[in-house]
Structure formats: C-alpha cells, structure tokens
C-alpha cells in the first residue's frame, strides 16, 4: 500500500456524504468543480500541460464489505476496487477510489479491468451510453479550511459504478481560494 492509500483510503471511506443542494455551490470556483457532470480527468487536462493517472491499488472486494449505501446504489455484487491518483504537471490532485461490480465487467466492459494508468473517464465518457448520477458531496476539512470530496455513481451501457473523489491541496479546485 503506498502512503496516499493509506492516508486517503480511510479518510474517503469515512466521508459523510451530502446532497449538492446541502452546500452552496452555485456560482463558486469549487462549485463548478464538484457538479462537474462530464469527464473530471478531461477538465483536469485543461488546467495543466501533462496529465496523468498512477494506479495505487486494484483489488476484488467482496459485496460484505461495502457500505449499505454503497449496495444501495451499486447492488449486491462483489467489486473491482480502484484506487487512483490523478496528477497535472506531476502534481498530485485527486485521490480517487472506484467500485465496480463485477456484474458491470461484462460484455464490452470487461476491457475496464485493463485499464492500467489510462483514465477511467476517458473510457466512460468516450462511450455514448454514459451518463452520472447521485452526485453527493463532503468537506473532510473544516470550514475555513474545506477539503472537497464528492461521490458519484457513473453508468456505461445502463451498468453502475461508483467513484469517489478527493480533491487535494494542489488541485485547482482551490486555486481561487488560493488567491492564485
Ligand atoms: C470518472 C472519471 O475518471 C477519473 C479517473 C479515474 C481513474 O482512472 O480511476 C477515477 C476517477 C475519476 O476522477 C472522470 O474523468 O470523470
């Protein structure tokens, strides 16, 4: 395990999630960020002049071990545990961590399994039949200091995945607050 996991997994899966319209995020720099509906990893790639994903850890989990949310909203299958970090300029700028049902690794979508270092995004939204949903956020800092998460679940060809996102200190979803 490298140290990001070990600092961002349990962190990330201890998030408490809320609805977007708990928070005030319309017309904020941050707000755009986490209602993003299409490819965070494409408007990441805009901000920088390399970007890149490093796969941390990529495991089976059984179903026992997720959240009841989290069967809530991906059903009762085991999953492909994805954890990821994604850097622009070899920054590090979000901690990701991805459930996919094996139910959803079939047909087309086995190749999902092979993804290695190439965005998930990209393969997701490069499909017609994507779309996200249950878009949810979380401050795992403090008010004066927020540090943004938000989870989602993606669809490809009408089968769920779940992402979670966190957004580190580095990323540009704070460069406003920043002053930068
Ligand atoms: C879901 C997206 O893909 C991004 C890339 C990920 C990966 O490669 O594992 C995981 C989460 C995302 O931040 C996206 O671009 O919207």
């Known amino acids: 395990m490298s140290e990001f996991n070990q600092l961002y997994s349990p962190l990330i899966q201890s998030a408490k999630w809320y609805s977007v319209q708990s928070w005030a995020l319309e017309h904020t720099a941050h707000g755009a960020w986490l209602l993003e ?3 965070l990893s494409r408007r990441l790639a805009q901000y ?29 299958s085991d999953c492909l545990e994805r ?18 049902p094996m139910t959803t690794l079939s047909g087309k979508e086995q190749d999902l399994v092979d993804l290695g270092n190439s965005p998930l ?8 039949n994507s779309r996200r949903d249950a878009l949810e956020v979380a401050n795992l800092g403090t008010q004066q200091q927020p540090r943004w998460a938000r989870r989602s679940r993606l669809w490809i060809n009408d089968k769920p995945m779940l992402v979670a996102e966190l957004f580190l200190t580095q990323s540009p979803v704070y460069a406003k607050e920043n002053g930068c």
């Not at 970007?51 to 059903?75: C, P, W, Y």
């Not at 954890?83 to 996919?100: C, H, M, N, S």
């Not at 995004?121 to 017609?128: A, L, P, Q």
């Open 37 to 39: 509906s299409e490819s």
């Open 48 to 76: 920088c002049q390399h970007f890149s994903v490093t796969v941390l850890a990529q495991t089976i989990i059984s179903n026992d071990h997720l959240s009841m949310m989290e069967r809530k909203l991906i059903g009762n």
């Open 121 to 128: 995004g990209y393969r997701v939204f490069n499909t017609k």
């Open 83 to 100: 954890e990821v970090i994604l850097y622009g300029d070899q920054q590090p700028w979000v901690f990701a961590r991805t459930l996919i």
